[in-house]
């Protein structure tokens, strides 16, 4: 049954039937972000938990990826609904106090771009070393600095359909090469379904939970997912007037979501059902997606080996993709600028979050201890500061009017808060040394 949020709308009638052309066009702001979300931290993570835990880990993932629909939910409606993105809504809807709400969306993009010049450094690693296992003529920095400067080649165009069709591309990448590497490990389904949904918490390790959490929810996802929904649907915003744009519109964006969200569930438990399959069973030490492509190798052929360092490769380069690409768009938003991803300013951001990680690199020879805690504390951070601001921003029933929040998204969003509350913590902990 549709939610209220896809039927209470003010743009009028139902449009006609939907046909599948229809669908297909809406992937897009979604795509971009499950390519972005399966980047190669999550290809570590999920290798490293179905090596260590089979399959047990698998209903958490889905539990997460549920967790990161909602998270994302509220930029649908206040986007198409009110014509202006998250950022936007912060920025002039977060407080009746004008220095607050401009405060709060200025702060909150510097925790963005540093978060993204961190996580950028390992996007561009990763996928370096899935080239330089495939193609091991060219160092690793050299991949990188190759993967890096093309990532800002596709950004610098400045075209949101590009970008878009881009991660469609290697968003088909990933789900190709993951899932047909753990077809081949050949697992046993009923253990995958039994093991996978026994709803244990593996190890009575409940920080995996946060873990996988982690994954699949960075602070910036709802805020670029909005930007890109405005981007793709900018035409019809405009023509809305600050009114809600066309039923139809908002009933494939949320087709574009949930699906994506199944895709990145589906790429992510093919990684751990593969792990799980293969390499659990000898009990090898996995510690990152390079080693999980070198482990395949032996044991299912280096066809195997090479297809899993395909994914890992779309996987580092979508992400290092999406972090240049979204930049202008989210500096202009916070801090009241015109949508123009040409102008100086946004070129000069483009090449700070392009170009400063391929220094960083070259600097330390590899992402640095340093530069992954930096993440993590940026992470912690905005994490649980960005879901309290869409949070309130989505109860604001004086500016939302019916698109509010009712009482079972409140409910939800309430949960989230929590879960995100005890990551943050779990972070700050860990970081100082305290556990």
């Known amino acids: 049954m549709a939610s209220k949020s896809e039927n209470s709308f003010k743009g009028g009638g139902n449009g006609g039937v939907l046909k599948f052309k229809d669908y297909m066009k809406a992937y897009g702001p979604a795509a971009i972000m499950a390519a972005s979300i399966v980047g190669p931290g999550t290809v570590t993570t999920a290798s490293v938990m179905g090596a260590t835990y089979q399959y047990q880990a698998i209903w958490i993932l889905a539990v997460a990826c549920i967790a990161a629909y909602f998270f994302q939910e509220p930029a649908i409606r206040l986007t198409l609904n009110k014509g202006l993105t998250l950022f936007e809504g912060i920025r002039g809807h977060i407080s009746n106090s004008k220095a607050v709400s401009e405060g709060s969306s200025g702060f909150l993009y510097l925790a963005v771009i ?15 070393l899935a080239m330089n296992y495939m193609f091991p003529g ?9 993967i890096g400067l093309l990532a800002l080649a596709v950004a610098w165009l400045g075209v949101y359909k590009i970008v878009e069709n881009a991660n469609r591309i290697l968003i088909g990448m990933m789900v190709l090469a993951f899932v047909l590497t753990a077809f081949v490990s050949g697992p046993s389904i009923g253990d995958v379904f039994v093991e996978g949904f026994s709803f244990q918490i593996p190890g009575d390790d409940y920080w995996l939970v946060l873990a996988l959490l982690a994954t699949t929810m960075p602070p910036n996802i709802p805020l670029s997912f909005s930007a890109f929904v405005k981007s793709k649907y900018w035409d019809q915003i405009k023509a809305a007037n600050q009114s809600s ?26 990684i751990i059902i593969c792990a799980g399959a293969v390499i659990y069973p000898l009990g090898i030490t996995i510690t990152s997606a390079a080693d999980m492509a070198i482990q395949l190798s032996p044991l299912l052929g280096r066809f195997a080996g090479v297809l899993f360092a395909l994914g890992l490769f779309a996987a580092g380069f979508s992400s290092g993709l999406f972090q240049i690409s979204v930049q ?13 991803t040409k102008a100086v300013r946004s070129r000069v951001i483009m090449l700070v979050a392009g170009v400063l990680p391929i220094i960083l690199v070259w600097i330390f020879d590899a992402v640095p201890v340093a530069l992954i805690v930096g993440a993590q504390v940026f992470n912690g951070l905005a994490l649980p500061l960005v879901t309290a601001m869409i949070w309130k921003l989505s109860n604001r029933r004086d500016w939302l009017g019916e698109f509010s929040n009712d009482r079972r998204q409140n409910i939800t969003y309430g949960v989230i808060m929590v879960l995100v509350s005890v ?7 860990n970081i100082f040394g305290i556990i």
């Open 114 to 128: 540093l978060g993204a010049i961190a996580f950028n450094a390992g996007n561009y690693t990763g996928a370096a």
């Open 138 to 146: 060219l160092s690793t920095f050299a991949w990188a600095v190759i």
């Open 245 to 270: 744009v066309h039923r139809n519109t908002i009933r494939l964006q949320y087709f574009d979501l949930r699906s994506n969200m199944v895709i990145t569930a589906l790429i992510t438990v093919a």
């Open 328 to 340: 202008p768009l989210l500096m202009n938003e916070a801090f009241g600028w015109e949508r123009d």
């Open 423 to 429: 990551l943050a913590i779990r972070v700050f902990l």
